[in-house]
Nanobody, 131 residues
Framework: DVQLQASGGGLVQAGESLRLSCRGS????????IGWFRQAPGKEREGISC????????HYSDSVKGRFTVSRDYIESTVYLQMSGLKPEDTAVYYC????????????????????????WGKGTLVTVSS
């Protein structure tokens, strides 16, 4: 299985940057696709980025493409989400999740805009962007 711990949230002003971390452990972590999701107050959860830990393939939703960058660190067993040019509408609780390796390619986008196979979830970290 996989255990995940997200951190790095906080309060920033519009235009500033913030880096989230998702530290993973467990036998399946290095073979997983790691997704970043967010849920704003009163809104449904949204998949915003994903990275295949083994090969670095990355995907971004249109809402964050060009502003957010996902990366991974083997030694630290951590996936990062570098967020730049933050906007008030980025305010949300951010979660990381893991999809263990399967016959479906990692970071496959589902019909509802999520990422396939996210079976393990970490606790969220709150990002607040003030205007």
């Amino acid at each position: 299985d996989v255990q995940l711990q997200a951190s790095g949230g906080g309060l920033v002003q519009a235009g500033e940057s913030l880096r989230l971390s998702c530290r993973g452990s467990g036998s399946a972590f290095a073979d997983s696709a790691i997704g970043w999701f967010r849920q704003a107050p009163g809104k449904e959860r949204e998949g915003i980025s994903c990275i295949v830990f083994s090969n670095g393939y990355a995907h971004y939703s249109d809402s964050v493409k060009g502003r957010f960058t996902v990366s991974r660190d083997y030694i630290e067993s951590t996936v990062y989400l570098q967020m730049s040019g933050l906007k008030p509408e980025d305010t949300a609780v951010y979660y990381c999740a893991a999809a263990p390796s399967s016959e479906i390619p990692g970071c496959t986008v589902t019909a509802d805009g999520s990422y396939y196979g996210m079976a393990y979830w970490g606790k969220g970290t709150l990002v607040t962007v003030s205007s």
